[in-house]
């Protein structure tokens, strides 16, 4: 004789039944790559043990950084801070937990630590402040005076074991310009630069579609002309560079612009010695910036060559070396594009190691100045390199 429950509340009220239980772990995993954002996959690991245990298996990581502090502010709470550390809970996630359940406290400052906003002049006799990221939080343990606690993105990362896509976004571009100047720049490296492409404008005007709209599959990818122009056109159609460009500081400020890209770009890969070597399932790393000013990107290959041979350190900042350079320059006084967009004192240049291993050069040789950069300036850059080349040389520094 079976027994059934008679009782009138269990009848009315069963037991609720959690559907994401009905889902396999690999579905679940599918939904926290797409999530990606490091705080968000904080909060989803104390909805539950399951997602607890399943965030660190995820694969593809984005960090948005709040702010850059410097060693000097640093150093001022460091001891405070190793003795709150000392007292707290030290389980799998804390880090990422103590950080999300403050929430961020407030939009914070870019990175301005290493040439300083509107600050362009670069000397050779002073180097980059030394500076580290932070993802902030507002938390009842590692606090300055102002209640804000600080995390490095290694910190944050440390308990992800399966990284293969990281993304690190900074809050804003290091380079302080003038509104209505464009400067764009894209860098490659391994153990150090590997190429690096950077895009430039005294002023951009939006106009509206142009009239002769230029198909970009009649854009040549050449990167070298020689004096009799380019497939055939006359070299006075690509004209030269005028001489006022060089008496009244345009080249001078080309100058500055490249420098500045480069420690820039060179101080990014510095800071991420320590991820590239704790996470080394990694198959892309990118960092970049919210303004879309400077991205650097490392591939499998790169991270690799990085891991087994070290870095050469700049004697007088925190960054990386950078190697002696060839550069290719390409200037157009007034460049329009095909969606009316028309810059001005528009300048490309393209950059690698004047000392470069033959697979490396042939990468460099190829596309990749005109794919670098996203619409419209990629179709920019794929009209510059028709124009006349000018060769230059940096030292390293």
């Not at 606090?143 to 944050?156: A, F």
């Not at 690509?238 to 345009?250: L, Q, R, V």
Request: charged fraction near 20%; aromatic fraction near 6%.
């Amino acid at each position: 004789m079976s027994f059934q429950r008679s009782d009138p509340t269990f009848r009315i009220n069963p037991e609720p039944i959690d559907h994401f239980d009905r889902l396999p772990d690999s579905v679940l995993l599918l939904v926290f790559n797409k999530i990606g954002d490091v705080k968000a996959l904080g909060r989803c690991c104390v909805v539950s043990h399951r997602f607890h245990s399943l965030v660190p298996q995820v694969d593809n990581v984005v960090v948005r950084v709040d702010c850059v502090i410097s060693d000097d502010d640093s150093s001022s709470t460091s001891s405070s801070a190793d003795k709150s550390r000392n007292t707290a809970s030290s389980g799998p996630f804390s880090s990422i937990v103590r950080l999300l359940l403050g929430g961020i406290v407030k939009p914070l400052q870019a990175l301005g630590q290493f040439l300083g906003p509107k600050r362009a002049i670069v000397s050779s006799n002073s180097g980059s402040p030394s500076s580290s990221l932070a993802v902030v939080s507002e938390d009842d343990g590692d606090m300055d005076q102002g209640g804000v606690t600080h995390h490095s993105p290694t910190q944050v990362l440390k308990n992800f074991n399966e990284i293969r896509f990281l993304r690190i976004e900074l809050p804003s571009g290091e380079l302080g310009i003038d509104d209505g100047v464009l400067l764009k720049w894209r860098a490659d490296f391994g153990s150090t630069l590997d190429n690096c492409v950077i895009l430039g404008a005294a002023s951009v005007v939006n106009n509206g579609p142009a009239k002769n709209n230029n198909s970009i599959d009649n854009v040549s990818d050449g990167l070298c002309v020689n004096s009799n122009g380019v497939n055939g056109a006359p070299a006075d159609d690509y004209g030269s560079i005028p001489e006022s460009f060089y008496t009244n500081g345009g080249l001078k400020l080309r100058v500055v612009w490249t420098i500045s890209s480069l420690i820039a770009a060179s101080a990014r890969h510095y800071l991420l010695q320590p991820i590239i070597s704790e996470h080394k399932t990694l198959d892309s790393l990118v960092l970049t910036d919210a303004d879309g000013q400077g991205v650097l990107c490392m591939n499998r290959e790169q991270l690799e060559e990085l891991r087994v041979k070290p870095l050469s350190a700049s004697s007088a900042s925190k960054r990386t070396l950078v190697p002696a350079l060839n550069m290719r320059l390409w200037y157009a006084p007034h460049l329009e594009l095909p969606d009316g967009t028309v810059l001005k004192g528009a300048t490309l240049v393209a950059i690698s190691p004047s000392e470069q291993s033959v697979a490396k050069k042939e990468v460099s040789d190829g596309s990749w100045v005109s794919t670098a950069f996203e619409e419209p300036y990629g179709t920019a850059a794929k009209m510059l390199v028709k124009r006349r080349t000018y060769c230059l040389e940096m030292n390293s520094f």
